[in-house]
T-cell receptor, first 108, second 115 residues
Framework: GQNIDQPTEMTATEGAIVQINCTYQ??????LFWYQQHAGEAPTFLSY????GLEEKGRFSSFLSRSKGYSYLLLKELQMKDSASYLC?????????FGQGTELSVKP | GAGVSQSPRYKVAKRGQDVALRCDPI?????LFWYQQALGQGPEFLTY????????KSGLPSDRFFAERPEGSVSTLKIQRTQQEDSAVYLC?????????????FGPGTRLTVL
């Protein structure tokens, strides 16, 4: 079966750091994506990991451990505009299998 | 165009009506995907195409759902005899190829409400 788990909601303060975790159990794995989705808008690509380790891109970093079926997205120097849903997705056989998304609220 | 476009953006249908949702992918993108997103949930895979070939339709919830991409560019998702449980946002995405590292670019979605 396919199971991708992430927290439903998180709250953080402007300027702080937040880590959004994602665990997965899937029958196949060809990489893990993180997408950001603002309410009523299309998901937009943030990061892609296929090998273990940390990928850094500006204020955003993503980590993958394939042996543990675990990834996290790290957001630094939070801004109000970072309030959005963050979607973890496993790439498998040509398609993305998404988690339910984590709704992040950034407070002043 | 610059990105993936979808039309209509909003659709209200009476239960039992047929609807057709259109997706215009990024020019030159070989792969096209359809997802269904219920409120407060992540997108769920429906089907995907490579050029005009439908390679996987395992996510289509019933035989009332049908997708096509006859010329390998524009795609249409058709839902026959709509039901209330079909209410959702339908997202289309395209990518350059099916290679893993090619990110999928999403359109803004069509919000379908079935009354």
């Amino acid at each position: 079966g396919q199971n991708i788990d992430q927290p439903t909601e998180m709250t953080a303060t402007e300027g702080a750091i937040v880590q959004i975790n994602c665990t997965y159990q899937t029958s196949g794995f060809n990489g893990l994506f993180w997408y950001q989705q603002h309410a009523g808008e299309a998901p937009t690509f943030l990061s892609y990991n296929v090998l273990d380790g940390l990928e850094e891109k500006g204020r955003f970093s993503s980590f993958l451990s394939r042996s543990k079926g675990y990834s996290y997205l790290l957001l630094k120097e939070l801004q109000m505009k970072d309030s959005a849903s963050y979607l973890c997705a496993v790439y498998q056989g040509g398609k993305l299998i998404f988690g339910q998304g984590t709704e992040l609220s950034v407070k002043p | 165009g610059a990105g993936v476009s979808q039309s209509p953006r909003y659709k209200v249908a009476k239960r039992g009506q047929d609807v057709a949702l259109r997706c215009d992918p990024i020019s030159g993108h070989v792969s096209l995907f359809w997802y269904q997103q219920a409120l407060g949930q992540g997108p769920e895979f429906l089907t995907y195409f490579q050029n005009e070939a439908q390679l996987d339709k395992s996510g289509l919830p019933s035989d009332r759902f049908f997708a096509e991409r006859p010329e390998g560019s524009v795609s249409t998702l058709k839902i026959q005899r709509t039901q209330q449980e079909d209410s959702a946002v339908y997202l289309c995405a395209s990518s350059l190829t099916l290679e893993t590292y090619n990110e999928q670019f999403f359109g803004p979605g069509t919000r379908l409400t079935v009354l």
